[in-house]
């Protein structure tokens, strides 16, 4: 039964194309702009994206990044890259932060959730598991679920 219950969890989730999993620093980038807007209702509809910004946006956060070196900076890049559907780029963009600032929770979380995208579950729940291990807190104590999904789908 238990299985049952996990395998139409999986159905369901996998029925919607949503970014749930992203972890930037905030919907408010580091530089002043806002990457989505929630309605206000009840029940969650998911994001509205301000899609039509990303390229400009993008640019604006490099640019800023090379002025100060503030990697929250790179880190919301790669969450443009990731909604662009640019996932190479978003994984190489991400290694580097984790190889000059490791160990940073939105990093691994966000390489997990690319991992998931490209269908690596495998590597994706190694990362989320790190995630885990660096800041069980973080997204309302909500990643160990992701940690499950990932689990049932590699033993499936």
């Known amino acids: 039964m238990k299985k049952f219950k996990l395998i139409l969890l999986l159905l369901l989730l996998s029925n919607f194309n949503s970014f749930a999993c992203l972890n930037g620093e905030s919907k408010l ?3 002043g702009n806002y990457l989505y807007m929630d309605q206000n209702h009840r029940l969650p509809f998911g994001h509205n994206f301000f899609v039509y910004h990303f390229e ?14 503030d990697i929250a900076y790179l ?19 991400y290694f580097s932060i984790e190889k000059t600032n490791p160990n940073r929770y939105s990093t691994a979380s966000n390489i997990g959730t690319i991992y998931e995208l490209i269908g690596e579950n495998e590597k994706a729940l190694k990362w989320i598991n790190k995630s885990i291990k660096i800041n069980p807190k973080a997204h309302k104590e909500s990643e160990w679920l992701h940690s499950k999904i990932l689990e049932a789908k590699i033993t499936l």
């Open 56 to 69: 400009k946006t993008s640019f604006e956060l490099d640019s800023l990044y090379t002025k100060t070196k």
């Open 29 to 31: 980038l580091k530089n």
């Open 75 to 93: 880190s919301d890049k790669g969450l443009i890259l990731i909604l662009q559907k640019k996932y190479k780029e978003a994984l190489q963009l």
